[in-house]
């Protein structure tokens, strides 16, 4: 799911920048690197994923590293958009807002430069950041997100090819960032004082795979690191999960790991994640989901879903239906299918809009459903918390140990740990009440 963070509200804690030109009468960016930056005042959008964000959080480092002072856009020398490229909408957004700066000294990063260039080009005339090249002057995996939270990027990549994914053609197949890497990166943040630990990648659960190592191997290590802190495991892949379920379980008794899990499974239908090239089947994602919670009844499975992928049909979309009301997903990403360029699938044939969006509202009403159900059955509970965040004055974002999104109605310090009832449902989130220390 898209975001958008700008400038100004976020903590700070390869190569060089990709060659994107070519004289063939389109404007084109131009290669360059972050030293010409320096000593400028720059203002950041930065929109994607979790990793996505991590890399806007190093280069603001770096930035500040070289002088440059972060200010908004109306003070900026530079502007510096970190684009994501995952669905149509998220592409029509993107060249909105470089539209919107096209006259401007202006850079941009992320995933979009590395597959759409030409996009870009057709509306302005930017310089390129290389995302090889923000991780080569910040290296490590490490960096301080919003409030209490440290962001720790293990790997870019990954081993599948879904035949809808853009994201696979802009970060490339799985390279895994090293273990000793990864518990330094932990390290330190633990020591600046994060409390909750986000493990991300575009496929977490397929971290080692292509070192002869594995996710629950380096889970006991981080684990085993001395400190207080939790860590929230990032997406994983159903094929990647399958592949480790049982010592991944196992891995989830420590209590230094959130009981959440997000497993994007896109379909329902056999036959459409087969067009998909998912790598998995129906039943095992029900394994999956069934066997954590057989060991952990609370646990908060969240997922991902397309509606309207090429070649679905109402009975296809009922097996969707029918497989969210059995495995319970608790949060779940909704997505029209969106043809991306590029990629197999964009040259099948699209269902009519009318009909994945229809779809699409029939899902979001059944999640609704589960999410209320979900945490209703907290109100009443007396859960531990800690405190991670703060976007609302005079309240503060708590995490349960199943990653329940508490609001307190306090301002209480980061890291604060304590216990809270549970008093009310807004389905995003649960409100609590602090439970007083005897």
Same mark, same amino acid.
């Given at each position: 799911?898209? =975001?958008? +963070?700008?400038?100004?509200?976020? !903590?700070?804690?390869?190569?060089?920048?990709?060659?994107? *030109?070519?004289?063939?009468? @389109?404007?084109? !960016?131009?290669?360059?690197?972050? +030293?010409?930056?320096?000593?400028?005042?720059?203002?950041?959008?930065?929109?994607?994923? =979790? /990793?996505?964000?991590?890399?806007?959080?190093?280069?603001?480092?770096?930035?500040?590293?070289? *002088?440059?002072?972060?200010?908004?856009?109306?003070?900026?020398?530079?502007?510096?958009?970190?684009?994501?490229?995952?669905?149509?909408?998220?592409?029509?957004?993107?060249?909105?807002?470089? =539209?919107?700066?096209?006259?401007?000294?202006? /850079?941009?990063?992320?995933?979009?430069?590395?597959?759409?260039?030409?996009?870009?080009? $057709?509306?302005? $005339?930017?310089?390129?950041?290389?995302?090889?090249?923000?991780?080569? #002057?910040?290296?490590?995996?490490?960096?301080?997100? !919003?409030?209490?939270?440290?962001?720790?990027?293990?790997?870019?990549?990954?081993?599948?090819?879904?035949?809808?994914?853009?994201?696979?053609?802009? @970060?490339?197949?799985?390279? $895994?960032?090293?273990?000793?890497?990864?518990?330094?990166?932990?390290?330190?943040?633990?020591?600046?004082?994060?409390?909750?630990?986000?493990?991300?990648?575009?496929?977490?659960?397929?971290?080692?795979?292509?070192?002869?190592?594995?996710?629950?191997?380096?889970?006991?290590?981080?684990?085993?690191?001395? *400190?207080?802190?939790?860590?929230?495991?990032?997406?994983?892949?159903?094929?990647?999960?399958?592949?480790?379920?049982?010592?991944?379980?196992?891995?989830?008794?420590?209590?230094?790991?959130?009981?959440?899990?997000?497993?994007?499974?896109?379909?329902?239908? &056999?036959?459409?994640?087969?067009?998909?090239?998912?790598?998995? #089947?129906?039943?095992?994602?029900?394994?999956?989901? &069934?066997?954590?919670?057989?060991?952990?009844?609370?646990?908060?499975?969240?997922? &991902?879903?397309?509606?309207?992928?090429?070649?679905?049909?109402?009975?296809?979309? +009922?097996?969707?239906?029918?497989?969210? #009301?059995?495995?319970?997903?608790?949060?779940?990403?909704?997505?029209?299918?969106?043809?991306?360029?590029?990629?197999?699938?964009?040259?099948? +044939?699209?269902?009519?809009?009318?009909?994945?969006?229809?779809? $699409?509202?029939?899902?979001?009403?059944?999640?609704?459903?589960?999410?209320?159900? /979900?945490?209703? @059955?907290?109100?009443?509970?007396?859960? !531990?918390?800690?405190?991670?965040?703060?976007?609302?004055?005079?309240?503060?974002?708590?995490?349960?140990?199943?990653?329940?999104?508490?609001?307190?109605?306090?301002?209480?310090?980061?890291?604060?740990?304590? @216990?809270?009832?549970?008093?009310?449902?807004?389905?995003?989130?649960?409100? *609590?009440?602090?439970?007083?220390?005897?």
């Amino acid at each position: 799911m898209e =975001t958008v +963070q700008g400038k100004g509200s976020l !903590p700070r804690v390869g190569t060089s920048a990709g060659d994107v *030109g070519s004289s063939n009468g @389109r404007r084109e !960016p131009i290669s360059i690197t972050i +030293q010409e930056l320096q000593g400028k005042r720059v203002y950041i959008e930065s929109y994607g994923c =979790t /990793y996505n964000h991590a890399d806007t959080w190093r280069l603001e480092a770096i930035l500040e590293g070289l *002088g440059c002072r972060l200010t908004g856009p109306d003070e900026a020398d530079a502007v510096v958009i970190n684009t994501c490229t995952v669905i149509g909408a998220t592409e029509r957004k993107m060249l909105r807002r470089l =539209t919107a700066f096209a006259d401007r000294d202006l /850079y941009v990063t992320g995933c979009m430069p590395l597959v759409q260039r030409e996009r870009i080009c $057709s509306v302005c $005339s930017p310089r390129i950041i290389h995302p090889n090249e923000i991780h080569e #002057r910040f290296p490590g995996a490490g960096i301080r997100g !919003p409030g209490a939270t440290g962001v720790v990027q293990v790997a870019r990549g990954c081993m599948g090819r879904c035949s809808y994914c853009i994201t696979r053609l802009a @970060r490339g197949r799985l390279l $895994s960032t090293s273990p000793e890497t990864i518990l330094d990166a932990v390290q330190n943040l633990v020591r600046s004082g994060a409390c909750e630990i986000q493990v991300t990648a575009q496929d977490v659960a397929a971290w080692g795979f292509d070192r002869g190592e594995s996710l629950p191997d380096l889970l006991q290590d981080i684990t085993e690191i001395p *400190g207080r802190f939790f860590v929230r495991l990032g997406m994983m892949n159903p094929a990647s999960v399958l592949r480790i379920l049982d010592p991944l379980i196992e891995a989830y008794e420590s209590d230094k790991i959130f009981q959440f899990i997000h497993l994007p499974v896109q379909s329902g239908s &056999d036959a459409v994640l087969e067009r998909m090239q998912r790598g998995y #089947r129906t039943d095992d994602v029900i394994e999956i989901v &069934d066997a954590f919670r057989e060991r952990y009844p609370d646990m908060m499975i969240s997922s &991902d879903f397309i509606t309207g992928f090429p070649g679905e049909t109402d009975e296809d979309f +009922q097996k969707t239906i029918d497989l969210q #009301r059995q495995a319970a997903f608790v949060k779940v990403n909704i997505t029209r299918y969106s043809q991306r360029p590029g990629t197999p699938a964009a040259a099948f +044939q699209d269902l009519p809009e009318r009909v994945r969006t229809e779809r $699409s509202r029939a899902l979001l009403a059944e999640t609704n459903r589960i999410y209320d159900l /979900y945490n209703e @059955r907290w109100i009443g509970r007396s859960v !531990p918390i800690v405190a991670t965040e703060k976007k609302v004055p005079g309240s503060t974002i708590c995490r349960s140990p199943c990653y329940l999104n508490v609001i307190i109605k306090e301002d209480l310090p980061f890291g604060f740990s304590g @216990r809270a009832m549970i008093t009310e449902n807004q389905r995003h989130y649960v409100i *609590g009440e602090l439970v007083p220390r005897v």
